[in-house]
């Protein structure tokens, strides 16, 4: 047989590759990381399966009743008007209580501060009926913390530095001596009295 081919083929050569034997899948990769959730977009979507499920099933009860087109458009806005405002009157309830419990809450505050103002302004030696005034004059927002824990320490040095400009609120034992028959002696003056010769002069309120 007479050879056609100049030069010989390697048949072998030119042969396709053998297949690559099938592999696995990759195995899907393992997290130990649960899964993030967004709780706000999940209570969304269970309130709009919820809302279309009570929409479907008034639909249902509607038809039954005869009511449908236009008639039962406006049978479900009469209703979802009808909810909304419900659900409002029951939030505005819920923020008065709210309200009135905090205004409670502060009131109950107010008054154990005062109570310990009390205790405090009578360690100082405070009049009684000067208690009032001096507190009135104190700058109270610094009684207590910004947890509303009241602070003695701070009650007590407020009412200490009015008092420095105020001391005839603060009670004294009257000292009277009388001047003696030929004495040139003027009688001593109670705390009150020197306060007020200080700070008004020799006037009318001012015994001497």
Not at 75 to 92: P, R
Request: with cysteine; net charge neutral; glycine share 4%.
């Amino acid at each position: 047989m007479t050879d056609l081919l100049r030069f010989k083929l390697n048949i072998q050569l030119f042969a396709d590759d053998p297949a690559d034997p099938p592999q696995d899948p990759p195995a899907a990769s393992q997290s130990n990381k649960n899964p993030e959730l967004d709780y706000d977009k999940l209570a969304e979507a269970i309130e709009k399966r919820k809302s279309r499920t009570e929409e479907g099933a008034l639909k249902g009860i509607l038809k039954e009743k005869g009511i449908t087109g236009s008639e039962m458009d406006e049978a479900l806005k009469a209703y979802k008007e009808a909810k909304q405002n419900k659900a409002k009157a029951e939030q505005e309830r819920i923020d008065n209580i709210i309200k009135e419990n905090n205004e409670f809450k502060k009131a109950q505050l107010m008054q154990n501060v005062t109570n310990e103002a009390k205790t405090i302004a009578k360690e100082l030696g405070v009049r009684d009926d000067r208690f009032e005034k001096l507190i009135a004059l104190c700058d109270r927002s610094k009684f207590t913390d910004e947890k509303g824990v009241i602070d003695k320490e701070a009650i007590k040095k407020e009412m200490e530095i009015q008092l420095k400009d105020v001391p005839e609120f603060k009670s004294t034992k009257n000292i009277v001596i009388t001047k003696g028959k030929g004495s040139d002696v003027p009688p001593a003056m109670t705390d009150d009295e020197e306060y007020r010769r200080r700070k008004y002069g020799k006037n009318k309120y001012y015994r001497g």
